[in-house]
């Protein structure tokens, strides 16, 4: 186990900012790559939102989503441009001021020299009072952690460096098991005893992926629990299930 592991559940919230994401111009990609992240490290990423550039709603989620879950990751809206105003939503969300940072314009010229601090990099150089710089191994300037918040970039290779950057400081929940089954019966076949089966397993989650476009139609099952000898038991009944649906379907 990590030094930050925990024998309790550690939980995430994410929140991606951007009207070009809700616009469709931009296509996400950040979200896959922050559940990857969070389950190499066994924590639980629970609820994503997407919201536009919008002051206020900056405030309100990032609100109701630091105080629910472990952590808060947010993406987007940190750039030089006068759209890019998540520092200014953060810093309303916590109640402090949003200044000029010295150590940001370092941060922004160490990794560059002849960098002049024009009024575009000077905004990204805003940090809400008492925040606490995130490296930008890209670009040099420096994503932002307020308290339990966790402000990255948009552009998912400086995000992905962010997120490196912090992970070996995140606390580490417990560790989840996986199992998957796949069979040549639809969804329709199995959902019943699957639903019994997951009252009978209430600390495995179960879950039922239908794969079409190929030659054969295939449903895949896939259980996750940190109970190991639950999930293999599940694991068995649910192999046992497709067995009977495959049965039956053969003798129609």
Do not use: W
Not at 38 to 57: F, G
Not at 132 to 157: C, F, H, Q, R
Not at 191 to 204: C, G, N
């Amino acid at each position: 186990m990590s030094k930050n592991s925990t024998n309790e559940r550690v939980t995430a919230g994410m929140l991606v900012i951007g009207d070009e994401i809700l616009s469709g111009r931009t296509k996400d990609q950040n979200i896959g790559t922050v559940a990857d992240f969070c389950a190499d490290l066994n924590i639980d990423l629970c609820e994503v939102r997407v919201i536009a550039d919008e002051i206020p709603e900056i405030v309100d989620a990032v609100n109701a989503l630091r105080t629910k879950f472990t952590y808060l990751f947010t993406t987007g809206g940190i750039g030089p441009t006068h759209d890019d105003i998540t520092a200014d939503g953060i810093a309303a969300a916590f109640g402090v001021p949003l200044n000029v940072d010295d150590r940001a314009i370092k941060m922004m010229q160490d990794r560059f020299t002849d960098y002049p601090m024009n009024e575009g990099r000077l905004r990204m150089a805003r940090i809400p009072e008492g925040g606490e710089l995130i490296p930008n191994t890209v670009s040099g300037a420096p994503g932002i952690k307020m308290d339990n918040v966790y402000v990255m970039a948009g552009v998912p290779k400086i995000m992905q460096g962010m997120f490196e950057a912090i992970a070996p400081t995140l606390k580490t929940g417990i560790e989840v098991f996986s199992a998957s089954c796949d069979s040549q019966v639809g969804e329709s076949s199995l959902s019943e005893p699957l639903a019994a089966l997951q009252i009978s397993y209430p600390t495995v989650k179960i879950g039922s992926y239908p794969q079409m476009g190929s030659d054969h139609y295939m449903t895949q099952i896939v259980l996750r629990s940190s109970d190991k000898s639950s999930l293999d038991e599940a694991t068995q009944k649910v192999r046992e299930i497709i067995a009977a649906a495959t049965q039956s379907k053969l003798k129609i």
